[in-house]
């Protein structure tokens, strides 16, 4: 149950991951109050550890002395800020607000500067690893902002994530956590072609997974999709086509603002952009293996 004196802490995204971070929140003892939505997971377990829900964002910005927020991207992120009822609505002079989803990095700093005119602060929080590592508190966090700020608020950020990098001014964060996503999704990509095309000339699966352990292609990514691989076991890795194309977008729009190469990173992107047009875009990413091997994709979801 919530202890008297702490940091009262608003939540707006209780999906997949949202609803990891707001569980171990409410499990370090801080009073919550969250965005009541037709997208947030079960909540009987928030209820029960004392959290309230809030009709509207203004009102989740009323009663909370930090915000965390965890959306889809920058289009919701934009919108629950911004729109009538939205959070600049009801914060208060002081407020903290932290973005831990996925954004492009110019908007992350039109949206800061919108937060400290109207009187508050502003860190963007991205997070790495799985709904698993959510409901775990072991999330990785990228954080952006003032290193007094990210200071005061990290003994909060250590109820649901394991390890904190301070990674520079406001925006850095949404910088790395879409650096990091492009390897992650294009290393993802690779592989994925690499196996259609494996199976398309009669190699062995498993002699491919072998040689690729002991030599050039191992790691995490290759642990994510071998399951799949091996036997069509999708649970390592079950992050959407659709959040994968949209991941790749921020990046490639991100690398075009700054001036920097993205040849690759669009070959990527466009990889994603068919699958999704073919109409398996809520697949995991494991999937478009299907797709790629001109195999019948599975049904859309």
Do not use: W
Not at 53 to 81: F, N, S, W, Y
Not at 197 to 217: E, F, N, T
């Amino acid at each position: 149950m919530a202890e008297a004196g702490k940091t009262r802490i608003g939540i707006i995204g209780v999906g997949q991951m949202g609803h990891g971070i707001a569980f171990n929140i409410a499990k370090a003892g801080y009073p919550l109050v969250f965005l009541d939505h037709p997208g947030n997971q079960p909540v009987d377990d928030l209820l029960a550890r004392g959290a309230t829900k809030a009709a509207t964002a203004a009102d989740v910005a009323r009663q909370a002395d930090m915000v965390i927020l965890c959306v889809t991207g920058t289009p919701e992120v934009e919108d629950v800020l911004f729109k009538a009822g939205g959070v600049l609505a009801g914060m208060r002079a002081g407020t903290v607000v932290i973005d831990c989803s996925t954004a492009i990095p110019s908007s992350t700093m039109k949206v800061a500067q919108a937060v400290e005119k109207a009187g508050g602060l502003f860190l963007d929080a991205p997070m790495t690893r799985t709904p698993k590592e959510a409901a775990e508190g072991r999330l990785n966090l990228i954080v952006g902002g003032d290193p007094a700020l990210f200071e005061r608020c990290k003994p909060v950020l250590q109820a649901y994530a394991e390890n904190i990098v301070h990674a520079g001014p406001i925006g850095s964060g949404h910088r790395l956590k879409l650096l990091h996503n492009y390897v992650s999704l294009g290393f993802s990509a690779v592989l994925a072609e690499a196996a259609a095309c494996a199976r398309l000339a009669d190699v062995d699966s498993a002699v491919l997974l072998d040689i690729l352990a002991k030599g050039g292609g191992d790691g995490v990514v290759l642990g994510r999709l071998r399951p799949y691989i091996e036997s069509g076991d999708t649970g390592s890795f079950r992050f959407s086509i659709a959040n994968a194309l949209k991941d790749m977008g921020y990046y490639t729009t991100m690398a075009q603002e700054t001036g920097a190469p993205h040849g690759t990173a669009q070959a990527i992107r466009d990889t994603y952009a068919r699958a999704s047009q073919a109409g398996i875009a809520q697949a995991p990413v494991p999937e478009i293996i299907e797709y790629l091997a001109g195999s019948e994709p599975p049904p859309a979801r």
